[in-house]
């Protein structure tokens, strides 16, 4: 699934942002840079809405800054530097530190109220690692491991649609979109080992 949105929707995806990147790097401004500033802010996002309950603006900040996302890969490549392994390194960093920021900002406000949804987020958060480590690891024994049924840009959609849906006050939102998040990420998950397995044979 992960593949075919990113597909379907990067050749007009990057013909809308290369004017503005080509114009980013006349000004000096690098990859990394648009990588930090991006999940700082939304790093801020999350941390100041979710807590409080203020569900959808803290979504609406979210999703404009998470679009820093799509800039910086585009910079990398157009930039006479090209990319390199320390920025590969730093964008996978701050990808799962501002994962882990908006589950945990959420997680906040749930134990703030005494929800009962507390364990299937915590459940989430331990999934989203699962699936980042199992990546990491295997490419470390050199075993590629691209794939799965909820790649980070599937989980971040269904975990911005669910918080943007209970900010507007839409009941059970929250719940639904947990529940949907933890089924696909386990999914994944076990797609993953397999992945690992037959590779590793």
């Known amino acids: 699934m992960g593949k075919m949105l990113q597909e379907t929707l990067r050749a007009p995806v990057t013909r809308l942002i290369t004017p503005i990147c080509r114009g980013l790097i006349r000004v000096g401004i690098s990859a990394n840079m648009v990588t930090a500033v991006g999940a700082l802010f939304t790093i801020l996002s999350a941390v100041f809405t979710f807590p409080n309950g203020r569900f959808f603006a803290g979504t609406m900040f979210i999703i404009f800054f998470v679009l820093f996302d799509l800039l910086d890969g585009t910079i990398a490549r157009l930039s006479p530097k090209g990319s390199n392994a320390w920025g590969a390194l730093l964008d996978s960093t701050?990808?799962?530190?501002?994962?882990?920021?908006?589950i945990g900002s959420v997680l906040w406000y749930l134990i703030s109220i005494d929800d009962a949804l507390v364990p299937l987020v915590l459940v989430t958060a331990v999934l989203g690692f699962l699936i980042s480590y199992i990546k990491a690891r295997s490419e470390s024994l050199g075993i590629a491991c691209n794939g799965g049924f909820a790649e980070r840009s599937e989980r971040l959609i269904i975990l911005v649609t669910a918080t943007g849906f209970a900010g507007l006050g839409i009941p059970y939102a929250l719940a639904t979109g947990f529940w949907?998040?933890?089924?696909?990420?386990l999914i994944t998950v076990f797609q993953r080992l397999i992945i690992v397995y037959k590779g590793a044979h």
Not at 94 to 102: C, E, G, M
């Open 94 to 102: 701050l990808d799962r530190l501002t994962d882990a920021v908006i």
């Open 180 to 185: 949907v998040l933890a089924i696909a990420s």
